[in-house]
């Protein structure tokens, strides 16, 4: 039984003809037992946060309770500080000094909006910095820099977004649409230069938002596949796992009905087959799933 | 880097210090791959979900005593098959691990073959079970797992000559079975 079969070779496509059929197998685990596992682990993860936390804790306070540490570590808060004093100067915007002893001219801004950008928000420097630079050229503008809620960074998801649409959309004409979607859903409120609110906010990248749309999608979590496709700009739709598995793919392994048909009426490929070269319409014909099947077909699946 | 683009070791890592969300990456990565070694090796829905379950929670509970030496894989799938035996032995399927899964060997479909028997998936993955368990394992954890032979040698407590053997005839076999299917 052990030996190798004589004048046989190793059947090389056995392995591709197992990947198609379980591509085809429905076969899930349960919702609840990933669930439960996600929650214990979680649970188990919070245990050992607040156990690294309480340990790094006791060892600094025991470390500035020993003698020979103190030297060392009240020297470290003095150059900090004295750092501190040395490099803030250089984040505060340059300040325009005021030429004429009039008054400044009156702004419609309100008042809450005239409070300098706080050190907490540096992206909104940055802006404030820009429109400052903006306003001397114009010289018809209000002295100090003015930071406006309105003129507020835009979330850096959808800066980074908009600075990958020619990568992510892949094309010209798809790039052109996400900056579309990307133009409507900024509130025609003018984005920061993309590098420099990038280096202000660190956000998710929008990949990630391609794996929530398919974990929606997998889960039929129709409120929420709605709120990243109406939410996020240039969201790849049809971006795939490691399997190749799309959104519309996931959903139709699944049975998610109804995320299937929220998928394809935001424009999901109905025919981007997974890594094993079977398509939505397979998924949905070999798991039984005559519903999804007809949606499919009606949005073009081949 | 976000976390869904770090190595599997480096996820470990990060959850072992109280990052839960690297746990998720890592559970949504593997979770599928696990599923069918599981699933196909007991043939029985229940009894997979039992596994999964069990093995997922020992993944969390020990990762803090994992230690990259090997592949996360190779440790996950170590715990899936230790914990598949222990389930085996406990519900006395089978009187011996020397038979682990022959008995898929008569010509009477599985519980999972009889589910999906009608549709093309289902005749695969039929013809699927009825490879001889040891031989079916072997291959499990090489196409699933992506077990060296070596791996699977010290995972089934087996030698090296033995395992190629099993993933040979596994692979011949499960050819034969398919090819209609081709």
């Given at each position: ?17 197992y ?34 936390h309480?340990?790094?804790?006791g ?25 501190g ?22 702004t ?24 400052s ?61 993309a ?36 939410r ?71 | ?12 890592a990060r ?53 990259p ?10 715990i899936?098959?230790n ?71 010290a ?28």
């Amino acid at each position: 039984m052990n030996e190798v079969p004589p004048g046989q070779d190793p059947a090389e496509d056995a392995d591709d003809l197992y990947r198609r059929a379980s591509a085809l197998d429905p076969s899930r685990p349960s919702e609840s037992v990933r669930r439960r596992v996600l929650e214990h682990a979680e649970q188990l993860a919070a245990e050992r946060a607040a156990k690294g936390h309480a340990a790094k804790s006791g060892s600094l306070w025991r470390a500035a309770h020993r003698p020979s540490w103190r030297p060392a570590i009240f020297g470290t808060l003095a150059a900090v500080g004295l750092a501190g004093l040395l490099i803030a100067p250089h984040f505060y915007p340059p300040s325009n000094p005021v030429i004429s002893e009039s008054p400044p001219a009156p702004t419609p801004r309100s008042t809450a909006a005239e409070a300098p950008a706080p050190l907490a928000q540096p992206g909104a420097q940055a802006l404030s910095m820009l429109k400052s630079r903006d306003s001397a050229r114009s010289a018809a503008s209000p002295a100090r820099p003015v930071y406006d809620a309105k003129t507020a960074p835009v979330p850096l998801q959808e800066v980074t977004t908009a600075q990958n649409m020619p990568a992510s959309g892949g094309g010209l004409e798809s790039a052109a649409q996400d900056a579309r979607r990307y133009a409507s859903s900024a509130d025609a409120v003018p984005a920061p230069p993309a590098q420099m609110a990038a280096r202000a906010v660190p956000a998710a990248r929008p990949t990630d938002a391609a794996a929530e749309l398919r974990r929606a999608a997998e889960a039929g979590d129709v409120p929420q596949l709605r709120a990243l496709l109406d939410r996020q700009t240039a969201i790849a739709i049809d971006a795939r796992d490691d399997g190749g598995r799309t959104a519309l793919m996931l959903a139709t392994l699944h049975g998610q009905n109804r995320a299937v048909d929220v998928l394809l009426a935001h424009g999901a490929d109905p025919n981007v087959a997974d890594a094993s070269g079977t398509t939505p319409l397979q998924a949905a014909l070999a798991g039984g799933q005559p519903a999804i099947a007809s949606a499919l077909k009606r949005a073009g699946a081949r | 880097m976000t976390v869904t683009g770090e190595s599997d070791e480096t996820l470990m890592a990060r959850y072992s210090r109280g990052d839960a969300a690297a746990f998720e990456v890592l559970y949504r990565r593997h979770e599928m791959r696990v599923w069918r070694y599981l699933e196909r090796n007991v043939g029985n829905h229940a009894t997979a979900d039992e596994l999964m379950q069990e093995v997922w929670f020992a993944v969390a509970r020990d990762a803090a005593r994992y230690e990259p030496t090997a592949k996360f894989t190779t440790w996950l799938f170590t715990i899936a098959h230790n914990r598949m035996i222990d389930s085996i032995r406990a519900s006395r399927r089978q009187t011996s691990l020397d038979t682990l899964g022959y008995e898929a060997e008569d010509s009477s479909p599985g519980p999972l073959a009889e589910t999906v028997a009608r549709d093309q998936a289902g005749a695969l993955i039929r013809a699927f079970e009825k490879l001889p368990g040891e031989q079916r394992e072997a291959f499990l954890l090489q196409i699933e797992g992506d077990l060296s032979v070596e791996e699977i040698a010290a995972v089934t407590e087996s030698s090296f000559e033995t395992t190629k053997s099993r993933l040979r005839y596994a692979r011949t076999k499960l050819r034969e079975l398919l090819k209609d299917y081709a």
